[in-house]
């Protein structure tokens, strides 16, 4: 990878501090433009104009932010820079659940990264295509020049040699997924006292956290999914929630009425388990989806739309997701192509009835996904669908494409611990959260006949926790 970071130092022949900066970015090995405001006048201005009229140096610029007299661990920190260990950086954005992840990762491990905001440098997007293939993955994470696509986090413990102590600490309740059912069971839980800890392999929030708006919550008319998810998640750390990103459970055990949990951050411990992992989405499992994942197919407007600003999107489905999905991503793109297999929406009505106003929207109904197609040189140009009254087919050329046909129990990890359904969803007692296994319970989507909305889901969160509290009330007799 061809390092584009602009990185200009600011300083002057008599500056000791100057001279500090410069020969620590000379030492290890990073390329900067080094401008002595002595020698350029019109330097000297724009120094001025940064520091609001006093000329600092040393002053170091860092792909356009200004730091007047860094520190070595501030520069560090800027640039990824790692004593004993190699140069860190990432490509990712604010959006991306798993660049928070990573970003967790790498600072709950003290480990220095330069973050380059894909948003914020146009630069970036070709380097992040060229890196991928022409794919734009994020997080990209860069260690000393070589790239790693969307790493979890045992593969940058793997990399970057860190060494984490085994977890000892047990634990009354370990909640798996960090959305509305889990963060509401740990804010009812420790309220009750009980030591608890949320295990997240992505980000705090889970599908919500994806939602651009949310209308149907008590309370609030109109709250961003990532604005209601971080107040129940800063709920329950206030309330002493310990809260763990990145942490993809493998496998449960139990020995001795203790849950023995397997992650990707090592063991956790617990007297009592809650899987409220939720759902992912659905794929289509059609020829050329699996090829163009990432590079012109996708699953998340909010994730992924800002890559299509004024261009022509498919989106396929026909529930309320795939509506108000498809809804957000016309505010901004040039076209909406709707493709759904039934010959009407399945969505309800406050969805159905925005559609005739929306005049960047045209519907395709009563079609059927048959091939996602590619240009010679592998990009992505269009979706043949097949009309399912008269055999015909059609190819809808368009820029991208995003799927919403349903979603998938994230519940793996859970077969032969827990009777599960043929759809992976987790089997609990009638009008209960307790599943075949005493001690582990299930809230919220992953659960069978949950209903998949965010109030639903707290409200699965409030049982769980008595369920919890009463079992382990019981362990103690």
């Not at 501090?17 to 620590?24: A, G």
């Not at 990762?105 to 990264?113: E, P």
């Not at 289509?284 to 996708?298: D, F, K, Q, R, S």
Request: charged letters at 25%; hydrophobic letters at 40%; aromatic letters at 8%.
């Amino acid at each position: 990878m061809t390092d584009q970071t602009s990185i200009k130092l600011y300083g002057a022949a008599w500056c000791q501090d100057s001279e500090r900066v410069k020969n620590f970015l000379s030492e290890n090995k990073i390329d900067y433009e080094y401008i002595n405001v002595e020698i350029d006048k019109e330097a000297s201005s724009l120094l001025e104009g940064m520091n609001n009229g006093k000329r600092i140096t040393p002053t170091l610029v860092v792909n356009g932010t200004s730091f007047a007299n860094p520190s070595i661990d501030l520069v560090s920190s800027l640039l990824g820079l790692n004593e004993g260990r190699p140069r860190v950086q990432m490509f990712g954005a604010e959006w991306c659940p798993d660049c928070h992840r990573a970003k967790a990762y790498l600072k709950d491990n003290g480990i220095n990264f330069q973050f380059i905001n894909i948003d914020e440098h146009a630069w970036s997007i070709s380097v992040l295509e060229e890196i991928n293939k022409g794919k734009r993955i994020i997080p990209t994470v860069i260690i000393d020049g070589q790239a790693y696509a969307n790493p979890d986090n045992r593969k940058l413990r793997e990399l970057l040699d860190i060494e984490e102590e085994a977890q000892t600490h047990l634990f009354d309740i370990a909640i798996i997924g960090g959305g509305a059912s889990g963060l509401t069971t740990a804010i009812y839980a420790q309220r009750d006292r009980f030591s608890t800890v949320i295990l997240e392999k992505r980000m705090i929030g889970g599908n919500a956290s994806l939602t651009e708006k949310i209308e149907n919550y008590p309370g609030f008319m109109n709250i961003s999914g990532p604005e209601l998810m971080d107040k129940m998640a800063e709920q329950a750390k206030t309330y002493g929630a310990e809260i763990k990103l990145g942490a993809d459970v493998r496998k449960i055990n139990q020995e001795h009425e203790v849950f023995h949990i397997e992650t990707s951050s090592g063991e956790i411990k617990a007297r009592s388990v809650v899987v409220a992992t939720g759902s992912t989405y659905k794929k289509l499992n059609i020829p050329g989806e699996n090829e163009l994942i990432g590079a012109g197919v996708h699953f998340c407007a909010t994730c992924d739309g800002a890559f299509y600003r004024d261009r022509t999107v498919i989106v396929v489905g026909g529930g309320n997701s795939a509506l108000e999905e498809g809804i957000f991503l016309s505010r901004f793109t040039k076209k909406i192509l709707l493709v759904h297999r039934g010959e009407e929406f399945s969505a309800s009505s406050s969805y159905t009835d925005k559609l005739p106003g929306m005049s960047n929207i045209e519907i395709f109904l009563n079609q059927s996904p048959v091939e996602f197609m590619s240009t010679d040189d592998g990009k992505f140009k269009g979706l043949k669908v097949k009309d399912n009254a008269t055999d015909e087919e059609q190819i809808l050329e368009a820029d991208g494409a995003f799927i919403f046909v349903g979603l998938v129990p994230n519940t793996k990890f859970l077969k032969g611990t827990v009777e599960l359904t043929e759809q992976g969803f987790v089997k609990t007692m009638p009008g209960s959260v307790e599943t075949t296994t005493p001690g582990i319970f299930a809230a919220g989507d992953c659960r069978e006949g949950a209903i998949a909305q965010v109030a639903a889901a707290t409200g699965e969160g409030v049982i769980a926790s008595f369920a919890v509290k009463a079992y382990l009330k019981l362990e103690e007799v």
